[in-house]
C-alpha cells in the first residue's frame, strides 16, 4: 500500500529563524486512515500566524484548517475519531472546546486534552491533532 502526503513541506522553509530540515507534510492517508499534522492558528498557505493572543480566533483557524486537509484527502469533519488537543494554558480549556463542539457537532470523536509548557511558536496557544478514517459514502 502506497501512502498519499498531501501538502509535503521542509521545516527550514516555515520555521526559517529555527535550524530545521525535515521533510513533513500535512496529512497522510494510510488506506482509509487520515493522519492530520497538529493544526494551530496559521495559514496553511502562508505560514502566518493568526489570531494572536485570542485562543478561540486560533482554535477556529485550525479547525478550517482540519476541514481543509480532511477535505484535500477525501475525508470529511464527520469521519475524525481522534482528536488530542494541547493548551498552555488550562483557562483555555472552556474557549477551545466551545469553539471545536460547533466544528464537530454530532461527530462524538473520543478527545484527549492536554496542558503542555509551550508549543513551537510562542504565539500559539492551542494545537489540535486529528485522526480519521473515511467512511464509505452511500
Known amino acids: 500500500m502506497t501512502h498519499t502526503r498531501i501538502?509535503?513541506?521542509n521545516t527550514k522553509d516555515t520555521y526559517p529563524e529555527q535550524n530545521l530540515d525535515?521533510?513533513?507534510c500535512q496529512a497522510v492517508v494510510a488506506g482509509n486512515t487520515i493522519y492530520?499534522?497538529?493544526?494551530v492558528g496559521q495559514d496553511l498557505d502562508t505560514s502566518a500566524s493568526v489570531g494572536?493572543?485570542?485562543v478561540a480566533a486560533q482554535t477556529d483557524r485550525a479547525m478550517a484548517n482540519i476541514a481543509?486537509?480532511?477535505?484535500?484527502?477525501?475525508?470529511?469533519?464527520?469521519?475524525?475519531?481522534k482528536m488530542?488537543?494541547?493548551?498552555?494554558?488550562?483557562?483555555?480549556?472552556?474557549?477551545?472546546?466551545r469553539v471545536v463542539g460547533r466544528w464537530l457537532r454530532g461527530v462524538?470523536?473520543?478527545s484527549t486534552g492536554v496542558v503542555v509548557s509551550a508549543l513551537a511558536r510562542?504565539?500559539?496557544l492551542v494545537e489540535i491533532d486529528i485522526v480519521a478514517v473515511r467512511q464509505e459514502r452511500a
Open 22 to 24: 525535515n521533510d513533513l
Open 68 to 81: 481543509t486537509l480532511l477535505g484535500e484527502a477525501g475525508g470529511r469533519l464527520g469521519d475524525v475519531v
Open 52 to 54: 494572536v493572543g485570542d
Open 108 to 110: 462524538y470523536p473520543v
Open 36 to 39: 492530520l499534522r497538529g493544526q
Open 122 to 124: 510562542p504565539e500559539w
Open 7 to 9: 501538502r509535503p513541506f
Open 84 to 97: 488530542t488537543i494541547y493548551l498552555v494554558d488550562a483557562r483555555y480549556r472552556e474557549d477551545v472546546y
